[in-house]
């Protein structure tokens, strides 16, 4: 994968976490990022595009930024639903593809 | 609701081929791209390709070119993928999902929202 994640964070309830994604140039450097949340047997779940923007349904207590060719999400008031996979993802100009990142798992301690 | 729902479970042997279908409903089918991304047992997520439904254009991951292959039939708002000469390293789930809106020849990118519930597909002898 292009896109490069912590393997796992953790957390206890109420924390915030952070989840990074280091990319490069032809992909988070020029390109929008979009975060899923995974749960094993369920359909990833859309909770960040365009960097930064909510889908309707998906809480305040997350949210995503980008800086230069990183983007990051953040959970805040951490709770044991938050418990999942998450995976970053943005469209790589050099591949002319959409690239996702290896994925962070988190864990509510 | 805007929905895609995918075809059933499916069990083949190496060097047969598969076609998983993705039938959407609740929106203007032909506005959006349709990715198709898989996930084999403890691995990421992996982009295969996309096909625009309404310039037929497609584009696939390079790794999968000359394996897959995705159609789409619009009167039935239905997408397929299919992916021949299949090897034990194909087995995974296999999601459909909707991508960027696309208008007047661009596309607005708004990620994946929408996904199917994902086809099993398992390759072994």
């Known amino acids: 994968s292009v896109l490069t994640q912590p393997p796992s964070v953790s957390g206890t309830p109420g924390q915030r976490v952070t989840i990074s994604c280091s990319g490069s140039?032809?992909?988070?450097?020029?390109?929008?990022v979009s975060w899923y949340h995974h749960l094993p047997g369920t359909a990833p779940k859309l909770l960040i595009y365009?960097?930064?923007q909510r889908p309707s349904g998906v809480p305040d207590r997350v949210s995503g930024s980008k800086s230069g060719t990183s983007a990051s999400l953040a959970i805040s008031g951490l709770r044991s639903e938050d418990e999942a996979e998450y995976f970053c993802a943005s469209w790589d100009d050099t591949l002319s593809g959409y690239v996702f990142g290896t994925g962070t798992k988190v864990t509510v301690l | 609701q805007v929905q895609l729902v995918q075809s059933g479970a499916e069990v083949k042997k190496p060097g047969a081929s598969v076609k998983v279908s993705c039938k959407a409903s609740?929106?203007?089918?032909?506005?959006?791209?349709i990715y198709w991304v898989r996930q084999a047992a403890g691995q990421g997520l992996e982009w295969m390709g996309l096909m625009n439904p309404d310039s037929g254009k497609v584009a696939f991951v390079q790794k999968f070119q000359g394996r897959v292959t995705i159609t789409t039939d619009s009167s039935i708002n239905m997408t397929y993928m299919a992916l021949n000469t299949l090897r034990s390293d194909d087995t995974a789930v296999y999601y459909c999902?909707?991508?960027?809106?696309?208008?007047?020849?661009?596309?607005?990118?708004?990620?994946?929202?929408?996904w199917g519930q994902g086809t099993v597909v398992t390759v072994s002898s």
């Open positions: 140039s032809s992909n988070i450097g020029d390109n929008f």
């Open positions: 609740g929106y203007t089918f032909r506005n959006y791209d």
């Open positions: 365009r960097n930064n």
């Open positions: 999902a909707r991508g960027p809106y696309c208008t007047g020849g661009r596309c607005y990118s708004r990620g994946l929202d929408v």
